[in-house]
């Protein structure tokens, strides 16, 4: 089974500061993605890697960086956060394009003080 | 890219079929539909996919009309563990960040 693990279940934080977010999975998946999940709104997604190094920007890309220096790692960055970045933030990978299903890891909720 | 709409939430008795559907409208040639199921505390995992009539597997079906504007979800005989909330995904084959997920439908099945 593909697992993908996010390093914090739950995580508190300040406004400004600089938090980081990490997701690993372990089945050589070429594509990870990261979302955020808000009620009444479902996943928009942040950023895409399709490969080490390489990131494409979701519909919501502001406020985040990432950052992929290992396959198997795919970190979150918000550079400066704020309150309005509370929220569920929910990593998946992928073997392949589209017509492969994404495995989600089971969340990280953040809480921006 | 296609945007998704499926009804907020729907309550259903043990042992009934369900069926949620998902509208596409503006759904593109080289978009897959994929619906996925969350339960609380968990990210979601993967139900079914398709591009065009019916798919099954072992735990539902998935219609897909001709023009493809909408894709309907079915659950056959659902039990207490099927509450869950399951959205539905349009993706596009080419394209490295073209997809969209609906806003998820919140199924409560009763005893």
């Known amino acids: 089974d593909v697992k993908v693990t996010q390093s914090s279940r739950y995580l508190v934080k300040r406004t400004g500061e600089k938090v980081f977010l990490e997701c690993v999975q372990d089945?050589?998946?070429?594509?990870m993605f990261w979302y955020r999940q808000d009620p009444g709104l479902g996943l928009r997604l942040i950023y895409f890697s399709y490969d080490v190094k390489m990131k494409e920007k979701g519909d919501i890309p502001e406020g985040y960086s990432v950052s992929r220096e290992k396959k198997e790692r795919f970190s979150l960055i918000l550079e400066s956060a704020s309150t309005n970045q509370t929220s569920m933030y929910l990593c998946?990978?992928?073997?392949?394009?589209?017509?492969?299903?994404?495995?989600f890891g089971d969340g990280t909720r953040l809480s921006i003080l | 890219l296609a945007k998704t709409t499926q009804p907020i939430s729907m309550d259903s008795y043990e042992g009934q079929e369900v069926n949620i559907t998902c509208s596409h409208n503006n759904i593109a040639t080289n978009d897959y539909i994929t619906w996925y199921q969350q339960f609380p505390s968990q990210g979601p995992r993967f139900i079914i996919q398709g591009y065009k009539t019916k798919v099954t597997n072992e735990v539902a079906s998935l219609f897909i009309p001709a023009d493809r504007k909408s894709s309907t979800l079915s659950l056959p005989r659902v039990s207490l563990s099927d509450t869950a909330v399951y959205y539905c995904l349009v993706e596009r084959r080419t394209g490295a960040n073209n997809l969209f997920f609906g806003t998820g439908t919140r199924l409560t099945v009763i005893p």
């Open positions: 998946a990978s992928r073997w392949g394009q589209v017509n492969q299903p994404q495995h």
């Open positions: 089945m050589d998946h070429e594509n």
